[in-house]
């Protein structure tokens, strides 16, 4: 979008526009907090379509992790289900009523719990070295509502889970990551990268290292919470 960009004024959806109006600091400074919240929770994306598959086993030891911690938790199943990809059209720039156009699908629903959590966890198997469709479509319309509403995602925490047959995992990991990055988030790492290796259903609990790094996962994430929130 951005290397087509001329000279002249940018549409009211595009990433420059929204970047050039609404900067950082004016995001930060713009966070939207529940008064009524009890306690902190995170929120997690599984971006596979195979429920109970290796990508849902990997967030939910990480979600163990953070329950351990007194921090409530919500799984969240998105693969496998209908979504549609972002059109670029700028209609979340011009309503800012925290919700994309398109209504028909389970984005809007995630988007309302991400504004709402202090943290999430956003999970995906490897396909062709990259996420899932559904990830990818929850990551870009999610992501353009989040900057044309004032940063809604600003100052919170994430941390991405990848589930790998045995290579292309860390091209996932910058994946979710960059879309942390951008919308001002602290992103959370553990003691290797956040991923774990299996092909069927349930082999990566044969993953021991997997395993610890997921645990780890939800425990820095919890500190950092804390830290965060006094």
Same mark, same amino acid.
């Given at each position: 979008?951005?290397?087509?960009? &001329?000279?002249?004024?940018? $549409?009211?959806?595009?990433?420059?526009?929204? %970047?050039?109006? +609404? $900067?950082?600091?004016?995001?930060?400074?713009?966070?939207?907090?529940?008064? /009524?919240?009890? *306690?902190?929770?995170?929120?997690?994306?599984?971006?596979?379509?195979?429920?109970?598959?290796?990508? @849902?086993?990997?967030?939910?030891?990480?979600?163990?992790?953070?329950?351990?911690? *007194?921090?409530?938790? @919500?799984?969240?199943?998105?693969?496998? !289900?209908?979504?549609?990809?972002?059109?670029?059209? &700028? !209609?979340?720039? @011009?309503?800012?009523?925290?919700?994309?156009?398109?209504?028909?699908?389970?984005?809007?629903?995630?988007?309302?719990? #991400?504004?709402?959590? /202090?943290?999430? %966890?956003?999970?995906? $198997?490897?396909?062709?070295?990259?996420?899932?469709?559904?990830?990818?479509?929850? %990551? /870009?319309?999610?992501?353009?509502?989040?900057?044309?509403?004032?940063?809604?995602?600003?100052? !919170?925490?994430?941390?991405?889970?990848?589930?790998?047959?045995?290579?292309?995992?860390?091209?996932?990991?910058?994946?979710?990551? +960059?879309?942390? &990055?951008?919308?001002?988030?602290?992103?959370? *790492?553990?003691?290797?990268?956040?991923?774990?290796? *299996? #092909?069927?259903?349930?082999?990566?609990?044969? /993953?021991?290292? &997997?395993?610890?790094?997921?645990?780890?996962?939800?425990?820095? #994430?919890?500190?950092?919470?804390? !830290?965060?929130?006094?």
């Amino acid at each position: 979008m951005l290397q087509g960009a &001329g000279r002249g004024a940018e $549409p009211p959806g595009s990433v420059a526009r929204i %970047i050039r109006d +609404h $900067p950082a600091a004016a995001w930060v400074n713009s966070i939207w907090v529940r008064a /009524d919240s009890p *306690g902190m929770k995170v929120v997690a994306f599984n971006g596979s379509p195979r429920k109970g598959g290796n990508t @849902e086993r990997l967030l939910r030891h990480a979600l163990s992790a953070l329950k351990e911690e *007194g921090i409530r938790t @919500e799984l969240v199943q998105i693969g496998g !289900k209908k979504v549609h990809g972002c059109t670029a059209c &700028g !209609k979340c720039y @011009e309503t800012r009523d925290r919700k994309c156009v398109i209504d028909n699908d389970f984005v809007n629903g995630c988007i309302e719990k #991400m504004a709402e959590a /202090d943290g999430m %966890i956003l999970g995906s $198997p490897t396909y062709f070295a990259d996420v899932s469709t559904e990830t990818k479509a929850l %990551i /870009d319309r999610a992501g353009f509502v989040g900057m044309a509403n004032g940063g809604l995602y600003a100052r !919170k925490v994430g941390a991405a889970v990848v589930a790998v047959r045995r290579a292309g995992a860390i091209h996932v990991f910058d994946t979710i990551n +960059h879309f942390f &990055g951008i919308n001002c988030m602290f992103t959370v *790492g553990s003691s290797y990268w956040n991923l774990g290796i *299996g #092909m069927n259903p349930g082999d990566v609990e044969q /993953d021991g290292e &997997g395993i610890r790094t997921m645990r780890n996962l939800g425990a820095n #994430m919890a500190w950092i919470l804390r !830290k965060i929130h006094g």
